[in-house]
């Protein structure tokens, strides 16, 4: 059973930087898709980021190109989210998600991510 826990969030000024990681366990994270979804109050949780099971692909919301990047580390069953030059509309709580090739998604607890204006 795959685990996943988050961290790195915290509250940032605008124009800020974060880098969230996720931890994997129980698992070989190389068999998995992984992703960064976020979920602000009051909304639903929307797709952020996500990457293949060697990151050969990688895809971003559009609201979040050009100053986010995934990537992950399989040898260490790691997965982060480099966030550049954030806004206060970028508020959320982050949480990892990983898809094994069977379609099981697996999810974390969440960080919470504040930017300050």
């Known amino acids: 059973q795959l685990q996943l826990v988050e961290s790195g969030g915290g509250l940032v000024q605008s124009g800020g930087s974060l880098r969230l990681s996720c931890a994997a366990s129980?698992?070989?994270?190389?068999?998995?898709?992984v992703a960064w979804f976020r979920q602000a109050p009051g909304k639903e949780r929307e797709g952020v980021s996500c990457?293949?099971?060697?990151?050969?692909?990688?895809n971003y919301a559009d609201s979040v190109k050009g100053r986010f990047t995934i990537s992950r580390d399989n040898a260490k069953n790691m997965v982060y989210l480099q966030m550049n030059s954030l806004k206060p509309e970028d508020t959320a709580v982050y949480y990892c998600?990983?898809?094994?090739?069977?379609?099981?998604?697996?999810w974390g607890q969440g960080t919470q991510v504040t930017v300050s204006s």
């Open positions: 998600n990983a898809r094994h090739i069977s379609n099981m998604d697996y």
């Open positions: 129980g698992s070989n994270l190389d068999r998995y898709a």
């Open positions: 990457a293949t099971t060697r990151s050969d692909v990688t």
